[in-house]
Each structure stands twice: as structure tokens, then as C-alpha cells.
């Protein structure tokens, strides 16, 4: 069958729509998370469901700690007490309220930085469990590894169990624990299970 001399324009303009409307289409869902995807869908959902516009490298498994530090580097007189911004514009998950043996023992506890505990903090936030996230300190030497437990019963508590391993020189510091988030982005370690 021929295709009349009238139609042939108009097959050629349905051709190249077509074939431009699949070429313009949205990534497939497992297409890499860079390109348009990053600059289209750039939030992660933390524990609680607030979205972050960064993991710092959590998901992968390593914290970026000085992208991290970049960001607390704003926070005036560089203490973070209770707040990194306001709830609503907070950058980055952050511990609060514990002192150097609670997170991790006294000796290694002590050389912990505002970076180390947000490294924690957006952990807690955004990690997987059961996947491994590494940071060093490159000022104390002190290298970090977390690991979340899978979620139990409790999550409706907004609490998270972890293993932190604190590791310098020689000295190798263990502890199992529980953090529950008290306000958006901020999380109190609410009690050490084991160390």
C-alpha cells in the first residue's frame, strides 16, 4: 500500500515527535542518581521523613566529614548546641547533649568534633541498616565506623540503635547505643547498651 502524497508530511511530523518525545521522557527509575535525576530529584528522606538535600556521602557508605565541617563552619562561634539553622533550614543532622563517654568512651570521646557528631547525626538521619559509615579525623587521627541496627518496634519513638567504633593508634573504643531525634534533624543519645 502507498502512502498518498498528502500524507507523507504529516507520517513524517508523527515520526519525529514520536521519536523526540522518547528522547525528551524522564530517566528510568534505575538510571544513576547524577545528571538530570540530582538536579531534578535532589532530596534524601531522612528517618523520620524530612528531606535533606544532601546525604554527605552517608548512603555510600563515608561520611564526607569535611563538607560537613564546611557547613558547621557558618554556625556562629561554631557552636551547635541544639540548633545547626532553624528547623526548617537545618543542613545537616547533628548529636546534642552527649558527653564524650556516652557516644563512645571517655579517652576517644574527648577528641570527638562538632564534625564527628554530625557525621552521627546525619547518619542516624539518612544510614541504612546494617551498612557500614566510615569518617577520620584527620585532626586527632581518629577513624569512625557506625552501623545501624535494623529497625525494631520502636521507630514510632523516633529512636535508632547504632555501633559506633572509635579507632586510634592502638586504642579501639566500642559502643552500642540508642538515639532518638528531639526535634527535626537532632538527635540526644538517650542511653549506651553496651560498651
Not at 528531606?51 to 569535611?66: A, F, P, T, V
Amino acid at each position: 500500500m502507498a502512502i498518498s502524497k498528502h500524507f507523507a508530511p504529516y507520517a513524517l511530523v508523527l515520526l519525529i515527535v514520536a521519536w523526540s518525545g522518547t528522547a525528551l521522557a524522564d530517566p528510568p527509575d534505575h538510571a544513576p542518581a547524577h545528571g538530570w535525576r540530582k538536579q531534578h530529584d535532589p532530596f534524601y528522606v531522612g528517618y523520620t521523613g524530612r528531606y535533606w538535600n544532601s546525604d554527605y556521602g552517608i548512603l555510600s557508605g563515608h561520611c564526607n566529614r569535611e563538607a560537613v565541617a564546611t557547613v558547621l563552619g557558618g554556625v556562629v562561634g561554631g557552636v551547635i548546641g541544639s540548633r545547626v539553622a532553624d528547623d526548617d533550614n537545618r543542613t545537616v543532622a547533628t548529636v546534642i547533649g552527649a558527653v564524650a563517654g556516652a557516644l563512645i568512651g571517655k579517652k576517644i570521646g574527648e577528641k570527638m568534633d562538632d564534625a564527628d557528631r554530625s557525621c552521627i547525626g546525619h547518619a542516624l538521619e539518612v544510614g541504612q541498616p546494617g551498612k557500614v559509615v566510615t569518617w577520620t579525623n584527620r585532626d586527632t587521627g581518629i577513624e569512625y565506623q557506625m552501623v545501624l541496627k535494623a529497625d525494631g518496634s520502636d521507630r514510632s519513638a523516633n529512636c535508632r540503635e547504632y555501633t559506633l567504633l572509635g579507632i586510634a593508634g592502638d586504642s579501639v573504643s566500642y559502643r552500642q547505643g540508642a538515639a532518638c531525634q528531639v526535634e527535626p534533624g537532632v538527635w540526644s543519645i538517650s542511653k549506651p547498651l553496651q560498651t
